[in-house]
């Protein structure tokens, strides 16, 4: 009679244990990594409020802009997350070959809003596009949880899994973006940024018109300068605690907590990699030895190797860096579950039509997919769903 009641006492006392934080619940969205020292926490705390403010033309937004806040855009459901704004890129082939971004002509991010101020001297509502443009393209608001892990992958794991040559004759090459100055890009859809820390410094300027320590001057009008008296505002519009708070927000947003599988979904993860889906959505990546501990050594399940594969010339838009037109960067799927319109320029109202519009290097595993059986089809998007 008194063994229940001992056991009843032994599991209250264990989960006391466990509600005294011997193991901390996993974070939910939106929250900061875990492991993060009191410090770390502090800026994460600050570099949200950042990243949420509303910017106003007193305050320097523009006074050419896509959003006021990082967070009009990045919102769903909540900063971090995606957004419904789909920007405009533009870009020019050289005849000899080469990638022009078009930089000096206010390229390659169009800004779809301007300030009353510029709006009464220059009669404009926009950023007029470079009449060189070659091509222009779409590019929808992607969500960026877990995106400081993704940073803290070392160049060379990226770089192991380059297969440019398509050696291994799988009909998949996945080659590396490279910046300006040579270095290994990641971020963007074209994987031209190096680090996080640029994109979300450049972010600033090229989506709010904020410049920061880093990036001190402001964007042209389609390549001319500023007309005076319009952005009364000194630079830089934000300092560097804030510019630096952003980014840690940014560095710091844990990736979307796993959901559980149940039997179909597991059976749709082996699907996932049997159909050859992995060989670009590579399941999981490490970090190597990072400032902060909480991005130390870390598995990140992404499903991206970050590199570059033709998706097909019915895809194809614009270039930037080494990336051809046709090129994009394996999207990352952890976070799938809250994209509502899928490729980067948002084409497919779902993950079944996004795996359709697979050409390129892509189609082999897309005709893979097109041949399951109904059964295995809904097992691999029941998979699909809790990403
Ligand atoms: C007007 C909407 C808008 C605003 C405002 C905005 N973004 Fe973005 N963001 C985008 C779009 C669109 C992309 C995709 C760009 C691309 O595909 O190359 C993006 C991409 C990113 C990425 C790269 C994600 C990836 O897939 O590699 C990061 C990081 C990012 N934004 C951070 C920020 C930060 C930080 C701010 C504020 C300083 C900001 N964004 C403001 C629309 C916005
Ligand atoms: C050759 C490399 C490659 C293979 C193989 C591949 N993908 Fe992709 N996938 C990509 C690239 C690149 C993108 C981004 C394309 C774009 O934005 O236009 C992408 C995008 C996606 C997206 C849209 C994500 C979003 O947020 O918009 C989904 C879903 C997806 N892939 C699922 C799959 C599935 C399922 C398979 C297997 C049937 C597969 N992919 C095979 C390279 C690949």
Same mark, same amino acid.
């Given at each position: ?10 599991? /209250? ?33 600050? +570099?949200?409020?950042?990243?949420? !403010? ?7 937004? +523009?006074?050419? #802009? ?20 789909? &920007?405009?890129?533009?870009?020019? %082939? ?10 000096? !002509? ?24 470079? $009449? ?26 990226? *770089?192991?899994?380059?297969?440019? &040559?398509?050696?291994? @004759? ?7 973006? @490279? #910046? ?6 990641? =971020? ?18 090229? &989506? %709010? ?10 964007? /042209? ?30 560095? #710091?947003?844990?990736?979307?907590? &796993? ?7 597991? !059976? ?21 030895? $990072? ?5 130390? #050594? ?12 033709? %998706?097909?010339?019915? @895809?194809?838009?614009?270039?930037? +860096? ?20 899928? %490729? ?24 893979? =997919? ?13 998979? *699909?769903? /809790?990403?």
């Amino acid at each position: 009679m008194r063994a229940p009641a001992t056991a009843l006492i032994l599991l /209250s006392a264990l989960n006391a244990l466990g509600a005294a934080g011997s193991c901390p619940p996993p974070p939910q969205l939106g929250d900061p990594l875990r492991g993060l020292t009191p410090d770390e926490l502090g800026r994460f705390a600050k +570099g949200r409020e950042v990243f949420e !403010r509303r910017f106003t033309p007193e305050t320097g937004l +523009g006074p050419l #802009f896509n959003g006021d806040a990082c967070g009009e855009c990045h919102e769903n459901p909540v900063g971090g997350g995606t957004g419904d704004e789909v &920007e405009t890129h533009v870009a020019m %082939m050289r005849s000899d070959g080469v990638c022009d971004p078009l930089a000096d !002509r206010g390229g390659p991010v169009i800004q779809q809003h301007v300030t009353p101020a510029l709006q009464a001297a220059l009669g404009i509502d926009r950023e007029p596009e470079p $009449a060189e443009a070659t091509a222009r393209a779409a590019r929808t608001t992607p969500d960026v949880f877990g995106f400081g892990l993704l940073d803290a992958v070392p160049d060379k794991t990226i *770089l192991a899994l380059a297969d440019p &040559e398509d050696r291994n @004759r799988d009909g998949i090459s996945g080659r590396p973006n @490279r #910046f300006l100055d040579g270095r290994l890009g990641r =971020f963007g859809r074209k994987a031209f940024v190096p680090t996080l820390r640029e994109f979300n410094q450049g972010a600033l300027v090229v &989506e %709010m018109g904020i410049t920061n320590p880093a990036v001190p001057t402001e964007e /042209s009008i389609g390549g001319k300068s500023i007309p005076h008296g319009v952005d009364p505002v000194a630079e830089p519009e934000i300092d560097e605690q804030e510019m630096n708070a952003v980014d840690d927000f940014v560095r #710091f947003l844990a990736p979307p907590p &796993e959901l559980p599988l149940d039997h179909e979904g597991e !059976r749709g993860r082996l699907i996932f990699g049997t159909i050859g889906c992995t060989s670009c959505h590579v399941p999981a990546l490490r970090t190597g030895k $990072a400032a902060e501990r909480a991005l130390s #050594f870390q598995t990140v399940q992404a499903y991206t190797d970050l590199l570059l594969h033709d %998706m097909g010339p019915e @895809r194809a838009d614009i270039c930037l +860096g080494l990336a051809r037109p046709s090129e994009f960067r394996t999207e990352p799927l952890m976070g799938l579950r809250f994209v509502d319109k899928f %490729m980067h320029d948002g084409k497919a109202q779902s993950v079944d039509e996004a795996i359709h519009l697979h050409g390129g290097e892509g189609a082999a595993s897309r005709r893979r =997919f097109e041949r399951l059986s109904p059964e295995r089809r809904a097992a691999l998007l029941r998979f *699909l769903k /809790s990403l």
